[in-house]
């Protein structure tokens, strides 16, 4: 009972300063009857509050500091992507797109094995079609898919038995203006021998952006049928 009643008295004081928290600058004489102990001895309110404030202030400039390295590395993934903008524009065949392409994504933002399969050249192959069209299905919402658990008839047709996780990226013509919509030409595979490095948590809009990027070039160097 005594230990209820002394925290029915903690709580309304508590609630007290809550809603008067000037109350110690109009009534001074109460931080005379305030002591605060530590193994150090007894350390006046000013000095906790004084840490307290410390403890603050290093969190603020942690999340600070980590908001400022998000900003460089996006400014560093939209300098990358300006990059192979340029080099898309500048492709003016499929031979140059097929060997220059992956190798600029493998330097640029250090990716194990780059491959891409296009809708085209798997109807000509049999047994690449099957594991296309399985993949083709996992890419059903028309986003990018990343996972680390890829049925291995569709890691056989991107990558070799290295890679432990991949994202696989659908590859748009770029058609979509009035009454028009967009078709998948091919899908584009990145894999990476590290297994957590493309799982199902990783955002996917840079990987949609590529994937849109690299499409409208494919589909201007494809031959058409």
Known sequence: MENTAKDKTNSDLIDLIKDNP??????????????LSDNRGTASLLERQINILKGRLQSF??????????????EQ???SFTAI???L?????????????PKSLR???DINEVSFKTAQAVQLRPDDNIGYED???????????CDNRWPENISNLFFSGDIQSAALIPMYDGQNGAGSTRTIIGILGL????????TNELGTAHLNRLGTMAGICLSRLLPQS
């Open 107 to 109: 330097t640029t933002f």
């Open 77 to 79: 993934i939209s300098d």
């Open 22 to 35: 000037d109350i110690f600058q109009e009534q001074p004489e109460l931080l005379e009857m305030i002591t």
């Open 191 to 198: 894999g990476s021998i590290d297994k957590d490095r493309y």
């Open 61 to 74: 400039k942690s999340a600070q500091s980590e908001l400022i390295e998000v900003a460089r590395e996006n």
């Open 135 to 145: 993949a083709f299905r996992r890419l059903s919402n028309g986003v990018a898919v």
């Open 85 to 87: 903008i340029c080099q």
């Open 89 to 101: 524009i500048g492709f003016t065949n499929l031979s140059e797109f097929a060997s220059e392409f």
